[in-house]
């Protein structure tokens, strides 16, 4: 018996050291071992992930007349989860491995009988991956040769573990210790992080930390109504943290543990033509994503063919990742579902009175659901590029000016002519009330834009003797193209200016 292996990744290692090394993203609890399934955000880190929630409130909220803003609280009554059908059903299937104490997600999880001239030699297993039918062939080759099996090899027919026959379980090698006999039936586990609440314990103090900021949306769906000068089509926002107990987090901050959502339900009426209006937001979403830098080949769609009873459809907006095409975005027609079953466990009334149709009923919902930390990855390995400058090699990040850390770095030409350094810090010192800027005056020019490239500053603007004794103008270096210009300080704002929106 034998498994397959995941193969490494050198993009995805490459930006995980980068994000390391720059001080973008740590391992939480790094000096403790790491504790896995959270993260950390270094100081560039930080400044990224405000920048793309800036991004999107700014044109979700701000520039939307028919979008609301919300900040509800993480933790809510534990009737909130009864009645979305989180306490219920908000689960994965698991399998554990006895022997190692390992434990996978068993749609995740995949395997296959080896046959040789039609006669099964064993099983494979293998983690989900891009790669993994390749993987799998290849370690169905190897068993056939090991064995020392003569025949013709039959197709890999890869099947995830909750579609295992009982019989099969016993056969399928564990992908810890690459043998069978260790592994359990596949069971439900739900993915909601419990706490308690209060002094006393008993378990109707039993509450927990959201898997989603959605129903925080539900839940003041009223409260908003009833403020509010809203009417439909209308839409709330939220961006927040929401608390996953993942059963295999993996691909860095792909699937963690603690994560942020940017979600939006956007309340439309029964009778509103809701195909046009989903696929209006798949429009906008995909829009959206590529205005703040992500290309266009790189996302794809994927229409969901299993849908929830409740769902009317579902359509994830995909991007291709370095370990493969996983959902980015996912884009849903949840009908009433949600505020339904909110009028029933609460008894409050969810209607709402549409003056244009003089009808009162209770609103069918768009829900755009985003995660910051899923769109900080692919924004990520989107902009990490690796090119060769006046025959030196130079890793870089092609961030969207939007949301780059720094939006530009002052540096001076020399550190030791004090004349230099004064005027290139007040140039500084009025750039850093506008944007996030870098100051660096030490090391050798080359080095500094370097360093600016690492971490994505678009722009450089370097103070030398002809801005001091001739026109006052300053070089102005393009990190993508280290093409360089002179601009006159005005020049500067405008341009800086412009790139923001
Ligand atoms: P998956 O199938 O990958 O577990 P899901 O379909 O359950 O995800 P949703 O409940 O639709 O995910 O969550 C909405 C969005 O939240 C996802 O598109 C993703 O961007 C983000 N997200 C969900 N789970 C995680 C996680 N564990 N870590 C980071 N982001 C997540």
Known sequence: MSKAKASSNPLMDAIVALCKRRGFIFQSSEIYGGYNGFFDFGPLGVELKKNIKDAWWKDMVHRRADIEGLDSSIIMSPKIW???????????PMVDCKVSKMRYRADQFFFAPVRVNNETIGYISILEDGKMQAEAEAAAEKMKRKGGHQGELGPIELKDYTEADPSEYELIPSPATGEPGSLTPPREFNLMFETKVGALSDSSDVAYLRPETAQGIFANYRNVVDTGRVKIPFGIAQIGKAFRNEITPKNFIFRSREFEQMEIEYFISPEADWEAI???????????????????????????????HYA?????????????????????????FDLTQHAEHSGKPMEIFDEAAKKKY????????????????????????????GGEKRSLMKFHPRIAPYKVAVLPLLKNKPELVERAHGIYEKLQKRYNTFWDASGAIGRRYRRMDEIGTPWCVTIDFDTIEKDGTVTLRDRDTTEQKRVTEEELYTLLDASLH
């Not at 009864?82 to 994965?92: N, Q």
């Not at 696929?279 to 063919?305: F, K, T, Y």
């Not at 095409?325 to 949840?334: D, H, M, T, V």
């Not at 829900?367 to 990490?384: F, H, I, K, Q």
């Open 82 to 92: 009864v009645a979305s059908g989180h306490v219920g059903g908000f689960s994965d």
């Open 278 to 308: 989903h696929q209006d937001w798949i429009a906008c979403c995909q829009n959206w994503l590529l205005s703040i830098g992500l290309p266009e080949e790189m996302l794809g769609r994927d229409v969901h063919e299993k849908l929830a």
């Open 312 to 336: 009317r459809a579902c359509t994830d907006i995909t991007f291709e990742f370095p370990f493969g095409k996983q959902e980015l975005w996912g884009i849903a027609a949840r009908s009433n």
């Open 362 to 389: 209770i609103p069918h919902v768009i829900e755009p659901s985003l995660g910051v930390d899923r769109l900080l990855l692919a924004l990520l390995t989107a902009a990490y590029t690796e090119d060769e400058v």
